[in-house]
């Protein structure tokens, strides 16, 4: 573990000092130390199952019963390792014949499941419920205003007269009116 390129990122990153005796970088340790341990364990476990589906290749794609499995860590003592891979070398497995009964695997997963599809469905149906539930509570809580006073209606039918009126002046007079108009 570089600390000085520790000390470096953490301060390139956050602006931060941090010195090289900081407690920070016993917990940067003991990190190291868990994810080493954890990737080894991990990594035994690879193997084992990489083995294991060796063998069962091998044998003609019969499945091998988990009691017969290597366990991890531990070396594969009396199992045949003809045509297996070297540990850490990239694994790939012969050509097997397909058994009969045997469906192929699927490659690609349909664009929704049936399960999906009702979930959907039931979404779309929660939410025309609830857009009508708001249209409903909005036509039974917003009141509609109320009718026009009969001042009101004398008041439009007035303008209504004024403007046709105003129409049939001379464009002279029209300019006029509409300044006086625009006037507060």
């Keep these: ?13 956050t602006g931060i000092k ?11 340790a003991l990190n190291d130390a868990v994810l080493a341990e954890t990737v080894e364990r991990h990594v035994a476990r690879l193997d ?3 083995t294991s589906l060796a063998e069962q290749a091998l044998r003609g794609g019969h499945p091998t019963p988990s009691a017969q499995l290597p366990s991890a860590g531990l ?10 891979p070297p540990a850490g070398a990239p694994f790939s497995a012969p050509a097997v014949p397909t058994a009969p009964g045997v469906k192929p695997i699927a490659t690609q997963a349909p664009l929704l499941s049936p399960r999906e599809a ?12 609830c857009a009508l539930l708001v249209l ?14 009969q001042q009101q209606a004398e008041a ?14 001379d464009p002279k007079s029209r300019a006029a009116i509409a300044a006086e108009m625009q006037k507060p």
């Design 156 to 169: 439009i039918r007035q303008g209504e007269k004024l403007a046709r009126a105003v129409e049939k002046l």
């Design 18 to 28: 941090v010195d090289t005796d900081d407690p920070i970088f016993a917990l940067v």
């Design 48 to 50: 084992a199952a990489a």
């Design 75 to 84: 070396p594969s003592a009396g199992l045949p390792s003809a045509g297996l």
């Design 136 to 149: 409903a509570g909005q036509a039974l809580f917003f009141s509609r205003p109320a009718a026009l006073t």
């Design 1 to 13: 573990m570089d600390r000085q390129a520790l000390r470096l990122s953490v301060f390139e990153k």
């Design 118 to 129: 009702r979930l959907l469905a039931a979404a779309a149906g929660i939410a025309v419920l």
